[in-house]
């Protein structure tokens, strides 16, 4: 009798040879990896993952080992998870998901072997902490050429941080190579949420459930159109602020570029009635106020405010913001009539960090993120730049050491559950700005960021671009570029002042 012969499918024999060619190169690599030399030093590996707290839904933390190896071995708690041929180690999904399950609230040892040239090296272990807690699953982003001459080739991307799923927002092909920026949602909401498109025939795009219109936040008398903004809780309102907006040039070459407002005011758009609402406290000709949000009960405003020179001179080294808080009623859409600081930049805990710019205040109300610079509200060229956390139940400011690094870190974002916060960061090379997520505890903790994994660990070194203003949400954003293209062909709605 003749053996019955079955054909192999041509994908598992595509597989069967993968396989067979990486037992043969692994089997150059001797003595086993169970045999392997020690080393006194932490894996050289991109990204740095080591010692970091990662939500429980984070995508597979793929990296690089970035020294000569041909093979690379992952044991995770003594089990080996990877044993892979070249430098990248990339996690398997479905088997990382489970991973992570099983191991929230805990901290994993993690083991990364190296083999050269016939020697496997055994590096020093590290931690790797899951915690129960969940990131807000969405993040939206503008990818920026960092230069400062000009802009170029804009996009307005949203990443699912669950996996490597990616979606373009906005794409300067269809929008004649306009700048844009500034999207943000809604407390988070995907289905509210607004951005700028800029130019001739631009405006604000607003997003209700996917449908979108476009809006002409300005009126006689404004400085400007809206330039930064953010909702109340309700997503009626809209405080934004109206600037005047000077690019200026360092001499020395170690400075590249200063941007600071040569005037500014705080307005509040009501979205039902299209009117815009002022207030002298926040219409101050001899102050300048920017950075707006509302609280997330909606019942205060705050901003950044710098007192002008008394001759009324703009001088941008000398340029130092507090934050203040002023009441506001969703009820009526009216403006209180006292302003309170509630941080004083002339009392900042960290010698020379004297400006604040970009507050942001955690979904439950109780801390307030912001960016601490020497001078203005432009912090991403600056890079003594850092972070600090203010309690604002008891004062006290964290200076978030084990967040902040010895370049800019700015433009940052919570999650819904005030658990987490995503900031951008130049820290990898000083000019090219990534997203990391620093997990905040019950207590207000901030624990060691991490950076944004990538599908391919190496494409952080190869992507072009700045990963700027990241926002987080709670769900992927209902509208396409191919949206947006058509929105701008809209008419903008107007908006008129309302008399105070």
């Known amino acids: 009798m003749k053996p019955i012969i079955t054909a192999m499918p041509r994908a598992a024999k595509r597989l069967s040879a993968i396989a067979l060619g990486l037992a043969l190169t692994l089997a150059s690599c001797t003595p086993d990896v169970r045999d392997a030399v020690p080393a006194d030093a932490l894996p050289p590996i991109y990204p740095d993952y080591a010692g970091v707290t990662v939500p429980v839904n984070i995508a597979p933390l793929n990296f690089g080992l970035r020294t000569d190896c041909d093979h690379v071995a992952v044991d995770i708690d003594g089990r080996r998870e990877v044993l892979t041929s070249g430098h990248k180690v990339r996690f398997a999904p479905e088997r990382w998901r489970r991973l992570l399950a099983d191991n929230a609230g805990r901290t994993m040892d993690v083991a990364v072997y190296a083999c050269h040239a016939g020697r496997w090296t055994e590096y020093r272990h590290f931690g790797l902490t899951v915690s129960a807690d969940s990131i807000d699953p969405w993040l939206t982003y503008r990818l920026i050429e960092p230069d400062y001459e000009v802009w170029n080739h804009l996009e307005i991307r949203q990443r699912c941080l669950e996996d490597f799923t990616e979606k373009t927002l906005a794409h300067h092909a269809l929008l004649g190579n306009r700048c844009m920026n500034c999207h943000t949602p809604a407390s988070q909401r995907p289905d509210l949420s607004m951005m700028y498109v800029r130019g001739s025939g631009g405006g604000a795009i607003l997003n209700r459930d996917g449908r979108l219109s476009k809006l002409n936040i300005n009126a006689e008398g404004l400085i400007s159109g809206s330039v930064y903004f953010a909702f109340s809780p309700s997503g009626r309102y809209v405080v934004f602020s109206s600037n005047s907006i000077i690019p200026a040039y360092h001499a020395q070459p170690s400075r590249r570029m200063e941007v600071y407002d040569n005037a500014s005011d705080v307005y509040v758009a009501d979205l039902q009635e299209n009117v815009i609402i002022c207030s002298p ?7 300048l106020e920017t950075f707006p949000v509302f609280s997330p009960d909606g019942r205060h405003i705050y901003c ?45 805990p960290i010698a020379g960090l004297h400006s604040v710019s970009h507050p942001r205040v955690s979904p439950d109300g109780r801390r307030l993120l912001f960016t601490v610079a020497r001078y203005g509200t432009f912090p991403i060229w600056h890079t003594a730049a850092d972070l600090q956390m203010l309690d604002l139940a008891t004062g006290r400011v964290d200076t978030l050491a084990a967040v902040n690094s010895a370049r800019s870190d700015t433009y940052h974002s919570w999650s819904s559950n005030s658990r987490w916060f995503v900031f951008a960061s130049k820290r990898a090379d000083g000019l090219y700005g990534k997203p990391y997520f620093c997990h905040v505890d019950s207590a207000g903790r901030a624990a060691r960021p991490f950076v944004m994994p990538q599908d391919d660990p190496d494409l952080h070194d190869e992507t072009l671009k700045s990963f700027n203003a990241p926002e987080l949400a709670t769900g992927p954003i209902p509208f396409t570029a191919f949206d947006v293209a058509r929105a701008m062909e809209l008419p903008a709605a107007d908006f008129r002042l309302r008399d105070y």
């Open 281 to 287: 406290l926040l219409t101050d000709s001899t102050r």
């Open 304 to 348: 950044c405010v710098a007192q002008l020179r008394a001759d009324g001179r703009v001088v941008p080294d000398s340029l130092q913001y507090d934050i203040v808080r002023v009441p506001f009623s969703e009820a009526d859409g009216r403006i209180g009539t006292e302003a309170v600081t509630v941080y004083s930049a002339a009392n900042a």
